[in-house]
C-alpha cells in the first residue's frame, strides 16, 4: 500500500481515512495573516505565503532569499532578540513594526522554531482583531473568572463556571466544555449559549468526529482559532523547504489551514467562527473548550492567551479535583487494614473484616452490586453475582491474559464475548491481583446498565456522497438521535480505582504476613507456601526465630540490583544500608523489643549508590506468643522523592513568579491588575498543590507536580503578556 494511501495528502482524505490525513503539512494559511520561514542564522526569508503584499505591501517574490531586515521597522530585531531563547519550541508572541510604503505600521502575531534551524513568523494587523470596549478590562475578568474556577469543589460546578467565564471574555455564541470518555468519544458536559440556539448539553459526538492526528496537535498547540470557515487558502510559496526538500510542519502555527473535511463539518452544523482550547490532564486530552459563532470572528492576541491562560488554569483544577480520590482511597483503606488484623487476630482469618458485612466492607465503597474473592482455591461471593462455573471462567481468562494487577471495564461483554453469558450481573469488572500466578483476585461487579445515550446527528449513518468528494460529510444532520445503549456498566470512577488499588496493596500485605506465619510455625520447609513468597511482586525477606534467613525473594534482589547476594542471618541486614546505625534500630526493635517498625532507611544499589526504600518490619508471634520469625516488606521510594522534588520545585516557581513577573512598563493601574491576576493563577496552583499532595501515595503525583510545574510558569508567562500588550494597546491607541 502506497504511503499516500495510509497517510492521505492534506486535502485529499475522505471519511474513510481522515484519521491518518496529514493536516500537520497543510501547505496553506487563513489569510488574516502572513507567514515567513527564516533560515538561521542569517534570518533570510525561503518561503512565504502568497498573499504578503496585502498585509506587507511587498509581493511574496520581492520577499524570498532576502534578509528579513529588508522589512523595515523593529522585526528583525525582535526576532533577533527572540531567536537567542531557548523557548521558541512553543510558539512566542511577538509584537513589532515593519515600513509599509514608507510608514512605520504595528504588527502582531508569534515566533517558533522548528528543530533544523528554521524560524516561521507569522504576523497580522493588530487591528485586525475585533475592538472590545472591554479591552482594558481584561486583566480584572480574567482574575475573577481564575478566582471562580479555584473555587469550584467539583467537575459539574466546574464546567459550569468555565463556560459562562469563558463566553463572558470572549462573546462566542456558544461556549461548551466537551469531556473525552475512555474509548475517545465525547460528550458536552457544560454549555453557555444565545438564547435562541438549540441546546448541545448532554450531546455525545462520536470519537471518529475529532481524528487521532487533530488530538495530538491539540496536545502541541493549546489554542486554535478559526475567523471565517469560508474563508481562501493562502499557499504556501515554494511548497517545500529549500532547506530541507520537505513540507513546512506547521504543527504550532496559529493561521495553519484547517482540514477541508473539518470546514464541511462546520458548515453543516451552521458555524463560522470557532476557538477551541485544549484541556490536558497528565499528557493527555482530557477534553475541549470549544467556542462556536455564528458569524466571521476574529481574535486580538490578548484575548487568545487569555484563552490558553484559563485553559492552563482549568487544567490544574481538574488535575487537583481527580487526584484528590486519592485521599478518599486513603481514609478508607487505613479503616480497613484495622478490620483485617482484628479479623486475623480475633478469627485467624482476615477475610471476616470483608465478608461478615459485604454491603458496607466491601460493596457500598466502590458502588458495586456483588463482589467475589478468589483465594486458595475458595470462593466467596456477596451480593449479586454470576453462577459458579461462571466465575471460575471469568477467573480463568483473568489469569491467562496475564494483565496488570488492576484490571477495570465497563463493557465486559465488548472486551470478551466468550463471558458474555455474564453481562447481566457483570457487565461491569474491576479486578485486583492478590498473588501473581495463583488466580488469587478480588473482584467487583456491576450490572447492566440499559441507558439513553443522545447523539448529535446519528453516528452511524456518516457518508452522504454527492457529485464531488468534497461533498462527503460526517454527517448532514446533527438534530438529536437517541441510541439506546446495552452490554455497559456504570464507568468505574477515579476515586474507585484508587481505593481497589490501596486495598490491593493492604490485602497483599496481610496475605505474604499470614503465609510467613504459616510457613514459620507450620514447617520451615513447607515448599509451596515458600514459593509463593518468593514469587510475590514485593520485595520482601523471612527470618526465623533465631533469625536465620529463609527467603530473599526475588522482587528484593531486584529491587537492589545485586544477584548474587547472600544473606544467612538478620544480623547481616546493615551490611546492605547506606545507614547501618538505622538498619540496626529496625532490627532492635522487631528482635528485642518485638515491636512493629515503620520508616525509611537507604539501601546500597547495584547501579545508583543509595536507594531510598520504606520498610515494614513484624515480628510474626507464635501460638504460644513467642516470636517464630520475621517479615520485612520494602518498597522502592524513588517515585516519591522524585514527586517531593517536583513538589519543591513547583512551590519555588510559584514564589518566583510572584517575584520576578516581567512587567515591563505597565502603569501602575495595570500593574495592581497584574497582582491580582498573577495571585489568582498562583492561589489555584497552590490549591492545586495541596490536594495532589494531601495523600502519602506520592508515586503517582510526580508526573501531575511535574506538569504542573509547567502549567504554572506557562500561567505566568501568559499572565504577563496579556498585561503587556493591555498596557501598549492603552499608550498607543487604534491606528
Known amino acids: 500500500m502506497s504511503s499516500?494511501?495510509?497517510?492521505?495528502p492534506f486535502g485529499a482524505a475522505?471519511?474513510?481515512?481522515?484519521?491518518?490525513?496529514?493536516?500537520?503539512?497543510?501547505?496553506?494559511?487563513?489569510?488574516?495573516?502572513?507567514?515567513?520561514?527564516?533560515?538561521?542564522?542569517?534570518?533570510?526569508?525561503?518561503?512565504?505565503?502568497?498573499?504578503?503584499?496585502?498585509?506587507?505591501?511587498?509581493?511574496?517574490?520581492?520577499?524570498?532569499?532576502?534578509?528579513v531586515v529588508r522589512l523595515g521597522g523593529d522585526?528583525?530585531?525582535?526576532?533577533?532578540?527572540?531567536?537567542?531563547?531557548?523557548?521558541?519550541?512553543?510558539?512566542?508572541?511577538?509584537?513589532?513594526?515593519?515600513?509599509?510604503?514608507g510608514r512605520e505600521v504595528?504588527?502582531?502575531?508569534?515566533?517558533?522554531?522548528?528543530?533544523?534551524?528554521?524560524?516561521?513568523?507569522?504576523?497580522?494587523?493588530?487591528?485586525?482583531?475585533?475592538?472590545?470596549?472591554?479591552?482594558?478590562?481584561?486583566?480584572?475578568?480574567?482574575?475573577?473568572?481564575?478566582?471562580?474556577?479555584?473555587?469550584?469543589a467539583n467537575l459539574p460546578q466546574l464546567g459550569n463556571e468555565v463556560v459562562q467565564c469563558v463566553r463572558a471574555l470572549t462573546k462566542y455564541d456558544r461556549v461548551m466544555v466537551y469531556q473525552f470518555d475512555v474509548d475517545g468519544?465525547?460528550?458536552?458536559?457544560?454549555?453557555?449559549?444565545?438564547?435562541?440556539?438549540?441546546?448541545?448539553?448532554?450531546?455525545?459526538?462520536?470519537?471518529?468526529?475529532?481524528?487521532?492526528?487533530?488530538?495530538?496537535?491539540?496536545?502541541?498547540?493549546r489554542v486554535r482559532v478559526l475567523t471565517d470557515v469560508d474563508y481562501a487558502p493562502v499557499a504556501i510559496v515554494p511548497r517545500y523547504s529549500p532547506q530541507t526538500g520537505d513540507e513546512l510542519d506547521m504543527s504550532l502555527c496559529n493561521l495553519r489551514s484547517m482540514s477541508p473535511l473539518h470546514l464541511q463539518y462546520l458548515r453543516n452544523m451552521g458555524v463560522t467562527a470557532t476557538l477551541v482550547a485544549s484541556l490536558v490532564r497528565e499528557g493527555r486530552l482530557w477534553g475541549l473548550i470549544a467556542c462556536h459563532h455564528y458569524s466571521a470572528k476574529s481574535v486580538a492576541s490578548e484575548m487568545r492567551a487569555a484563552c490558553e491562560l484559563l485553559s492552563e488554569v482549568v487544567s490544574t483544577r481538574i488535575s487537583a479535583l481527580e487526584n484528590h480520590a486519592q485521599?478518599?482511597?486513603?481514609?478508607?483503606?487505613?479503616?480497613?487494614e484495622h478490620r483485617l488484623v482484628r479479623a486475623a487476630t480475633e478469627t485467624g482469618d482476615w477475610r471476616d473484616a470483608l465478608f461478615d458485612s459485604p454491603s458496607e466492607q466491601l460493596l457500598r465503597p466502590l458502588d458495586a452490586s456483588?463482589?467475589?474473592?478468589?483465594?486458595?482455591?475458595?470462593?466467596?461471593?456477596?451480593?449479586?453475582?454470576?453462577?459458579?462455573?461462571?466465575?471460575?471462567?471469568?477467573?480463568?481468562?483473568?489469569?491467562?491474559?496475564?494483565?496488570?494487577p488492576l484490571f477495570h471495564t465497563s463493557a465486559l461483554p465488548r472486551v470478551n464475548t466468550e463471558l458474555q453469558s455474564l453481562a447481566g450481573l457483570a457487565t461491569g469488572v474491576l479486578a485486583i491481583e492478590l498473588s501473581r500466578g495463583d488466580g488469587e483476585y478480588l473482584v467487583w461487579f456491576r450490572k447492566e446498565q440499559i441507558r439513553t445515550v443522545t447523539w448529535a446527528g446519528n453516528p452511524g449513518k456518516p457518508l452522504h456522497v454527492g457529485n464531488d468528494p468534497m461533498d462527503l460529510s460526517p454527517r448532514r444532520s446533527f438534530a438529536a438521535w437517541s441510541e439506546l445503549v446495552r452490554d455497559t456498566a456504570k464507568p468505574w470512577t477515579q476515586t474507585e480505582l484508587a481505593i481497589a488499588g490501596a486495598v490491593r496493596i493492604s490485602l497483599v500485605d496481610m496475605i505474604l504476613q499470614m503465609r510467613a506465619l504459616r510457613a514459620l510455625i507450620a514447617d520451615k520447609q513447607a515448599t509451596s507456601t515458600l514459593t509463593v513468597i518468593e514469587a510475590a511482586g514485593e520485595p520482601m525477606i523471612l527470618a526465623d526465630g533465631e533469625g536465620k534467613i529463609l527467603i530473599v525473594n526475588g522482587a528484593f534482589h531486584r529491587l537492589v540490583e545485586r544477584p548474587l547476594l547472600r544473606l544467612q542471618n538478620v544480623a547481616d541486614l546493615p551490611t546492605l544500608s547506606a545507614?547501618?546505625?538505622?538498619?540496626?534500630?529496625?532490627?532492635?526493635?522487631?528482635?528485642?523489643?518485638?515491636?512493629?517498625?515503620?520508616?525509611?532507611?537507604?539501601?546500597?544499589?547495584?547501579?545508583?549508590?543509595?536507594?531510598?526504600?520504606?520498610?515494614?518490619?513484624?515480628?510474626?508471634?507464635?501460638?504460644?506468643?513467642?516470636?517464630?520469625?520475621?517479615?520485612?516488606?520494602?518498597?522502592?521510594?524513588?517515585?516519591?522523592?522524585?514527586?517531593?522534588?517536583?513538589?519543591?520545585?513547583?512551590?519555588?516557581?510559584?514564589?518566583?513568579?510572584?517575584?520576578?513577573?516581567?512587567?515591563g512598563g505597565v502603569a501602575a493601574m495595570l500593574t495592581q491588575d497584574f497582582d491580582k491576576l498573577l495571585s489568582a493563577v498562583l492561589a489555584n496552583a497552590s490549591a492545586a498543590v495541596l490536594q495532589i499532595t494531601d495523600t502519602t501515595a506520592e508515586a503517582s503525583t510526580g508526573q501531575l507536580l511535574r506538569e504542573l510545574e509547567g502549567a504554572t510558569r506557562r500561567a505566568a508567562e501568559l499572565t504577563a503578556q496579556i498585561l503587556g500588550s493591555v498596557s501598549r494597546n492603552q499608550k498607543t491607541g487604534p491606528h
Open 4 to 8: 499516500s494511501v495510509q497517510h492521505p
Open 370 to 404: 456483588g463482589a467475589v474473592l478468589f483465594y486458595q482455591g475458595e470462593i466467596l461471593t456477596a451480593g449479586e453475582t454470576p453462577s459458579r462455573p461462571e466465575l471460575r471462567a471469568l477467573a480463568a481468562w483473568l489469569e491467562d491474559d496475564n494483565r496488570e
Open 579 to 663: 545507614d547501618q546505625t538505622r538498619m540496626r534500630e529496625i532490627l532492635q526493635r522487631i528482635n528485642v523489643d518485638r515491636q512493629p517498625w515503620r520508616g525509611e532507611v537507604r539501601l546500597t544499589h547495584g547501579t545508583s549508590g543509595d536507594l531510598p526504600v520504606a520498610v515494614r518490619a513484624d515480628p510474626v508471634p507464635g501460638l504460644r506468643g513467642d516470636v517464630v520469625g520475621y517479615i520485612l516488606i520494602f518498597t522502592d521510594l524513588r517515585l516519591q522523592r522524585e514527586a517531593r522534588a517536583a513538589r519543591l520545585r513547583l512551590e519555588r516557581a510559584i514564589a518566583e513568579s510572584h517575584i520576578g513577573a516581567p512587567l
Open 327 to 336: 485521599v478518599e482511597a486513603e481514609l478508607f483503606v487505613r479503616e480497613l
Open 185 to 221: 468519544h465525547g460528550e458536552v458536559v457544560a454549555e453557555a449559549r444565545e438564547e435562541h440556539l438549540e441546546p448541545f448539553l448532554g450531546q455525545h459526538y462520536p470519537a471518529t468526529d475529532i481524528p487521532q492526528r487533530a488530538r495530538e496537535l491539540y496536545l502541541r498547540n
Open 75 to 101: 522585526l528583525a530585531e525582535q526576532v533577533a532578540r527572540l531567536a537567542k531563547s531557548n523557548l521558541l519550541m512553543q510558539a512566542t508572541p511577538l509584537r513589532c513594526s515593519v515600513l509599509r510604503n
Open 14 to 67: 475522505d471519511l474513510t481515512n481522515c484519521e491518518r490525513e496529514l493536516i500537520h503539512l497543510a501547505g496553506s494559511i487563513q489569510p488574516y495573516g502572513v507567514l515567513l520561514v527564516l533560515r538561521e542564522p542569517d534570518l533570510t526569508v525561503v518561503q512565504a505565503s502568497a498573499n504578503t503584499e496585502q498585509i506587507l505591501c511587498l509581493a511574496h517574490r520581492e520577499i524570498l532569499g532576502q534578509p
Open 106 to 152: 504595528l504588527l502582531e502575531g508569534a515566533l517558533h522554531r522548528l528543530a533544523h534551524g528554521i524560524l516561521i513568523i507569522e504576523l497580522h494587523s493588530d487591528t485586525e482583531a475585533e475592538e472590545s470596549d472591554g479591552a482594558a478590562n481584561l486583566p480584572h475578568m480574567l482574575a475573577e473568572a481564575v478566582r471562580r474556577i479555584t473555587a469550584a
